[in-house]
């Protein structure tokens, strides 16, 4: 089996590409190395075949540098396409308004049309549970209104629609998974990231987002790999379908913050707050029973998640993000 990752080499991409060479697939892993990390990706067995990992230093949204026939040549023979390359910092999509559009959107429509000409037979697609906004009932499930606050979540859903009519007439059946708050050992983004690096430079001193009561649910990354495979063994019964993938436990921003500084060993931390910015949900509760109906479970609860992602986070955060660029295959 073949398959090909994009975004192989960011914490989700990574994780994805590890689980796919276990169970002996050949991975084609492409990313822009925006948000991508040398680290994530550098113990792979190099090489083409069964359990072998090959690189592309590629941004699949950009047509000026790339033609689409270069996609074509990247996934061709390929059994599965895993989209995963995405722009993932919500706030700056009100300055850079194009960004979303040209990373989340675009670079669906480029490989979505590479698919089809391609004939790929699977294609799967990580979403977000950001285009729920903040949603009026809850739990919430797959069928709930889209309700955008950001670009982000804008270029996601609008994607999933691509998605969607893309499957009626092409070869692929396709899987969309909408995710909470993904954390885990080796996530180099989010709240926890955020709050160790700024206790790490000021211990006395914690500015928060908002007002702290910002309620979300979050899940681990292997409960999140769980999810997806679990989904694969169902492909073929629907030409696109789409599923919540959370654990129903919310914990509320402050919760996460109070953590952090017993985790450091501090005391006497000072927390300021501040207005949130658009796009931050209030609170969100999600109906993961679709799922759950195909035999998934989360193993890891989020309290455990949490802390398990700051000890990660504390012992990793004075490494500098890499910028070194990997060697394509």
């Given at each position: ?41 550098s ?20 047509p ?28 700056e ?7 979303d ?5 675009f670079?669906?429509?480029?490989m ?11 294609f ?8 729920y ?10 069928d ?19 998605i ?10 396709s ?47 292997d ?47 000072l ?25 998934w ?31 394509s295959?």
């Open positions: 089996m073949k398959a090909v990752v994009t975004g192989a080499a960011g914490f989700i991409g990574s994780k994805l590409v590890a689980r796919l060479l276990e169970q002996k697939y050949e991975v084609v892993g492409i990313d822009n190395m925006i948000h991508g990390n040398l680290e994530n990706i113990n792979f067995p190099l090489g083409q075949g069964l359990g072998c990992f090959s690189f592309q230093l590629v941004d699949v949204s950009e000026k540098s790339m033609k689409i026939k270069k996609l074509q040549s990247l996934i061709r023979g390929c059994d599965i396409v895993f989209h995963l390359a995405a722009y993932g910092v919500i706030w999509g009100q300055k850079h308004r194009v960004r559009f040209k990373n989340n959107f670079g669906t429509l480029r979505l049309e590479a698919c089809h000409i391609e004939k790929v037979k699977r799967v697609f990580t979403s977000s549970t950001a285009q906004g903040d949603p009026i009932v809850s739990p919430t499930n797959e709930a209104p889209i309700s955008s606050t950001s670009l982000y979540a804008a270029s996601k859903a609008s994607a999933e629609h691509f969607q009519a893309y499957s009626q007439f092409s070869t692929f059946n899987l969309v998974f909408r995710f909470s708050n993904v954390i885990g050992e080796g996530c180099r983004r989010g709240v926890i990231w955020d709050f160790v690096k700024k206790l790490k430079t000021t211990p006395k001193k914690l500015s928060v987002l908002g007002d702290g009561r910002q309620s979300k649910e979050f899940i681990h990354v409960d999140v790999l769980d999810a997806i495979f679990i989904g694969l063994k169902n492909i073929e019964k629907k030409k696109f379908d789409a599923f919540n993938v959370a654990v129903p436990e919310n914990r509320t921003v402050d919760f996460i913050a109070d953590r952090v500084i017993e985790k450091m060993g501090l005391d006497g931390v927390k300021s707050y501040s207005e949130k910015y658009i796009g931050d949900t209030s609170y969100i509760s999600l109906d993961t029973s679709k799922l759950r109906s195909l035999g479970f989360p193993k890891i609860s989020t309290d455990e998640a949490i802390d398990r992602t700051i000890e990660w986070t504390i012992a990793h955060s004075n490494k500098l993000h890499s910028r070194k660029t990997p060697r295959s």
